[in-house]
């Protein structure tokens, strides 16, 4: 058995037995091995119980500022009296907090996740009385806190948008000792000194409070311990949940929680089955049309309609549930909001329920107005994605397992002799000596250095896989050092290592949370450390969930522990991030902070973003599973996360080649573009599949190397904006409800519209195009918007659109890799909207290092209109149908040879006698035309102008 062979026999019999089961799993997945709502006690308490016999209400107001109001609200189904604190933030963004006043324990708020807080903005109290507190920010916005019950209005232009706790199902299970166990203050202050480090922030305390008595629910099943099949979780500290529902009247389509493998509008899961969960794990051939739980979780949703969006981001890394309900049986509004609310909104209402094992309840609410507005805003909390360098954009591919040098030197000289460009080769966890990460099997990989250095040659990149599971083995110096300085989980008691089984056999997991595990980490990634690295290895973090064979749910123990005393069950879904932030950190470190990184992560949380790129994991080989990848891209993108892709042709399973052209097809128009396939599949490198398809294939791969130019400067323009790359149509369309569900087609960027074939030996595509000019991208055909074009296809057809009003840059020159087509000439495609205007841009940098940020770097804007054509600096960057705005710093200093090779300029109904061009210097010359009446496109060709230069190019007729 092959996945027996990866661990080794000489690993036991235990390992043996783990891994057979693991067998089982990869075969197809075995929902037995993951817990539902209803096996999961806390879930099924909230989902089960309700406040509404004893809701909570404000007993008193603690503090009310210009900028924060502090409250003490309680229940007498919750004895423990909470605090909840409001503030704005530039944006803006209205921030509710809800705390244990003063815990047994402390409670676990999120670290990393939001490296600064948006400015805090100050507000006007309008009203204050024993029924109502009415905070106004701006001419806008207004939250409203109804006092018993309690409840939270964010009112926007008199509308009510989003509403707190509307339904009391506010939730809080505070810390206590068991029944028959005596609460001391030794107790607490043991263990606010056990985990006093800048990680974990302890609640606000406040002397005069008291800590609460055991409740008459304190021995309900699941709360003290729980078992799920073999696996026992003791449950120390007893119940912690927190739960609370948000409803968004006036909404019915909501969209985000990646990562499921689902619609992109969210379903309704309330009385149909479980919610949709947020809790990585590693889920071998996922199941579609599921909300089972997946590699990474993002708590943010955005809730859309043909006015306005808003989005609310759930701050909380434990195990969550979110249930969904578009209840058809509405309460009436509340008396004490109605006064406020313009118009009652309520015709139309999706509801949610928010469900966390432990920490506090900590939530973001974005108020738009618009979905770009919403998504910049939610950016400005969690961080701008970095710029990633060019060849990351480029074409990758993968497999478990290139075999061996000569392997690897085959699969390059085969890419050249196919004349198909590749950027980066990938290894997977074959290439190491026995499943030691950081380290090579000196009988396949004699001379990684040479190979790595054969590779620069041509431009190319490698990336070597390394997991956060360390093989229990000495001598080796990786898991002898950790064990030395402490940097492994640990076991339940707080002093054993933390062991369980992965692909090495007996391994233990590094533990991120501790910043000196962290800097260890990283540590390991300089060129003395990793013997045979090179400045052109990168790396790929797999299995980060984690991933335990062993472990319940095949995941660590929630009773795990982290620095600081913290319990696994707490910082579930930010480990993954956390072990990309030390692997960027060491990337970082051996370049001394000069070269960009490259991270792939399989795990991910919010602010993951700001590290590196992720995938959507195991998937299989089938039309199904491609065809949910575009739901799945598109909420990851909706929930900031841009630089993302699905593994092309399927990870499990042998795609058909017509599978695996039109997966090639549609994965060129996606934001990270790889191939992989399992090791037992057989191999599908482009040129396998006959000649035919070889140059299907190659075409595809080099439409993604002509644009690149545009990818990267959308990639720029994201991590100035946070406006995603990766597009759904109420994106660029707000108001066309028809467009709000659609996920058989997306955008790039603001301009290109992708439709790609999506059922097999489909002869036809029904292109649903949004209402404005449109141009097919290669026979530059016009359509007016709205409307649906039927498009019949072929094999070589891949439907794609150009938007009018947009100029977009490319390269017609393909090279072997994109680095070699650095000075390589432009093309720039001037597709004109209706009043014969277009408008473009483009960014240009050296490609690899941070030198942009010195200013090293150009930014133009293209302009047409009237037969004119005008580029000139840019200085902000601006999004279309938004009146948002992004300042451009840096003098633009960067210098290129990169010139103008041709211009086309669609939607000309006469033929022009030639152009002329004028330059910033003055300089003028006359270039002549080609006309294609048939396409009422003109080409201008070589005009030959730096694109650096200011010049206007002027059709004459």
């Given at each position: ?732 369309f707000p108001t066309e409800e028809a467009h709000f569900g659609r996920e058989d087609a997306f955008l790039v960027g603001p301009s290109l519209l992708v439709a790609p074939v999506l059922h097999e030996g489909a002869s036809s595509v029904s292109v649903a195009l949004p209402g404005c000019v449109w141009y097919d991208y290669t026979t530059y055909e016009r359509h007016e918007g709205p409307a649906t074009v039927n498009m019949q296809v072929n094999m070589d057809s891949v439907p794609v659109f150009t938007r009018g009003g947009s100029i977009i840059p490319l390269k017609s020159r393909i090279r072997r890799s994109s680095p070699l087509a650095r000075q390589d000439p432009l093309t720039l495609i001037v597709s004109p909207d209706n009043t014969q205007s277009a408008e473009g841009d483009l960014y240009m940098d050296d490609e690899h290092s941070f030198n942009y940020r010195k200013g090293e770097f150009i930014y133009r804007k293209f302009s047409f209109k009237s037969g004119k054509l005008t580029s000139e600096t840019a200085s902000e960057i601006s999004e279309s149908n938004s009146s948002l705005k992004f300042p451009v710093h840096g003098n633009q200093k960067f210098d290129t040879k990169c010139w103008l090779e041709k211009i086309v300029i669609l939607s000309v109904d006469r033929a022009p006698k030639g152009a002329t061009l004028e330059l910033g210097s003055g300089d003028g010359v006359s270039l002549d035309v080609i006309y294609d009446a048939g396409s009422q496109s003109v080409t201008v060709r070589k005009p030959g102008v730096n694109i650096r ?9």
């Amino acid at each position: 058995i092959l996945l027996l062979n990866r661990v080794g026999m000489r690993e036991g019999l235990l390992s043996l037995l783990c891994l057979l089961l693991l067998f089982n799993v990869a075969v197809a997945v075995d929902r037995s091995n993951f817990k539902t709502c209803s096996q999961s006690s806390f879930c099924q308490r909230h989902r089960d119980g309700s406040q509404s016999e004893s809701p909570f209400k404000v007993e008193r107001v603690v503090s009310l500022q210009s900028d924060s109001v502090s409250l003490e609200i309680s229940s007498a189904a919750n004895p423990a009296p909470l605090s909840l604190k409001i503030s704005v933030h530039s944006g803006p963004i209205f921030r509710f907090t809800i705390n244990e006043i003063n815990p047994l324990y402390p409670r676990f708020e999120v670290p990393y996740v939001i490296e600064k807080l948006p400015q805090q903005m100050k507000f006007t109290v309008e009203e204050e009385t024993n029924e109502r507190i009415v905070l106004s920010y701006g001419a806008r916005d207004k939250i409203v806190i109804v006092r018993s019950p309690l409840s939270i209005a964010v009112l926007q232009d008199g509308k009510l948008i989003v509403q707190l706790n509307k339904d009391s199902l506010l939730k809080f299970e505070h810390y206590r000792k068991k029944e028959g166990s005596e609460v001391t203050d030794e107790d607490n202050e043991d263990e606010e000194e056990e985990n006093g480090n800048e990680e974990v922030q302890s609640g606000p305390e406040e002397p005069s409070a008291k800590r609460a008595k055991p409740s008459d629910d304190n021995n309900e099943k699941g709360m003290w311990e729980e078992t799920f099949k073999s696996h026992h979780d003791s449950k120390p500290r007893g119940p912690a949940s927190v739960g609370m529902d948000i409803a968004f009247p006036g909404f019915t389509y909501l969209y985000g929680l990646p990562e499921h493998a689902d619609a992109y509008n969210l379903k309704t899961t309330k009385n149909n089955g479980d919610p949709y969960r947020l809790y990585n794990l590693d889920v071998f051939e996922y199941e579609l049309d599921s909300r089972m739980a997946t590699y990474g979780a993002i708590p943010m949703v955005m809730a859309h309609n043909a006015q306005r969006s808003v989005g609310v981001f759930w701050l909380n890394a434990a195990e969550t549930w979110v249930d969904v309900d578009r209840p058809q049986d509405r309460k009436p509004l509340m008396s004490k909001l109605a006064s406020l609310v313009s118009s009652s909104g309520q015709d139309e209402l999706v509801s949610t329920q928010w469900i966390s094992e432990s920490g506090i309840i900590d939530v973001y609410v974005m108020v738009g107005p618009s979905s770009k507005d919403v998504m910049s805003q939610y950016a400005s909390l969690t961080g701008l994605a970095p710029l990633p360098p060019m060849f990351a954009i480029a074409y990758h591919q993968c497999r478990w397992n290139y075999n061996d040098d000569g392997d690897c030197r085959a699969v390059d000289a085969n890419f050249d002799t196919h004349d198909i460009p590749y950027d980066v080769l990938w290894l997977d966890i074959e290439h190491t000596q026995d499943k030691k990460y950081f380290t090579w099997d000196g009988r396949k990989f004699p001379d990684s250095k040479q190979l790595l250095d054969d590779l620069n040659a041509k431009g190319r990149k490698m990336v070597t896989i390394v997991d956060p599971h360390i093989k229990r083995v000495s001598p080796f110096s990786v898991h002898d050092q950790a064990t030395q300085l402490g940097h492994y989980v640990k076991k339940a008691d707080g002093s054993t290592d933390y062991n369980g089984h992965c692909w090495p056999g007996d391994s233990s997991w590094v533990d991120y949370l501790k910043p000196a595990a962290r800097d260890w980490w990283a540590g390991l990634f300089s060129f003395d450390h990793y013997q045979g690295s090179a400045a052109n290895l990168f790396t790929w973090n797999d299995m980060n969930e984690p991933s335990v064979f062993s472990g319940p749910e095949i995941t660590m123990h929630k009773d795990a522990l982290h620095h600081g005393g913290v319990e696994h069950r707490d910082v579930h879904n930010i480990y993954g991030m956390l072990m990309v932030m030390a692997t960027n950190q060491g990337q970082l470190q051996r370049s001394g902070n000069t070269i960009r990184p490259f991270v792939l992560s399989r795990a991910f949380f919010a602010g993951s973003q700001r590290l590196g790129a992720v995938w959507t994991g195991d998937n299989m080989a089938t039309w199904e599973h491609m065809r949910v990848s575009i739901p799945m891209l598109l909420s990851l993108n909706t929930a900031g996360y841009s630089f993302v892709g699905a593994d092309v042709g399927g990870f499990f399973g042998n795609p058909a080649p017509e599978l695996l052209v039109r997966w090639y097809q549609l994965a060129a128009f996606t934001p990270f573009f790889r191939a992989h396939a399992h090791i037992e599949t057989k191999r599908r490198e482009p040129w396998l599949f006959g000649e035919e398809n070889t140059r299907l294939i190659r075409d595809a791969i080099r439409r993604r190397y002509a644009l690149l130019p545009y990818w990267y400067t959308q990639f720029f323009k994201h991590s100035v904006s946070g406006i995603p790359i990766m597009r759904p149509y109420l994106l660029e369309f707000p108001t066309e409800e028809a467009h709000f569900g659609r996920e058989d087609a997306f955008l790039v960027g603001p301009s290109l519209l992708v439709a790609p074939v999506l059922h097999e030996g489909a002869s036809s595509v029904s292109v649903a195009l949004p209402g404005c000019v449109w141009y097919d991208y290669t026979t530059y055909e016009r359509h007016e918007g709205p409307a649906t074009v039927n498009m019949q296809v072929n094999m070589d057809s891949v439907p794609v659109f150009t938007r009018g009003g947009s100029i977009i840059p490319l390269k017609s020159r393909i090279r072997r890799s994109s680095p070699l087509a650095r000075q390589d000439p432009l093309t720039l495609i001037v597709s004109p909207d209706n009043t014969q205007s277009a408008e473009g841009d483009l960014y240009m940098d050296d490609e690899h290092s941070f030198n942009y940020r010195k200013g090293e770097f150009i930014y133009r804007k293209f302009s047409f209109k009237s037969g004119k054509l005008t580029s000139e600096t840019a200085s902000e960057i601006s999004e279309s149908n938004s009146s948002l705005k992004f300042p451009v710093h840096g003098n633009q200093k960067f210098d290129t040879k990169c010139w103008l090779e041709k211009i086309v300029i669609l939607s000309v109904d006469r033929a022009p006698k030639g152009a002329t061009l004028e330059l910033g210097s003055g300089d003028g010359v006359s270039l002549d035309v080609i006309y294609d009446a048939g396409s009422q496109s003109v080409t201008v060709r070589k005009p030959g102008v730096n694109i650096r230069e200011n010049f206007v190019l002027q059709l004459v007729f």
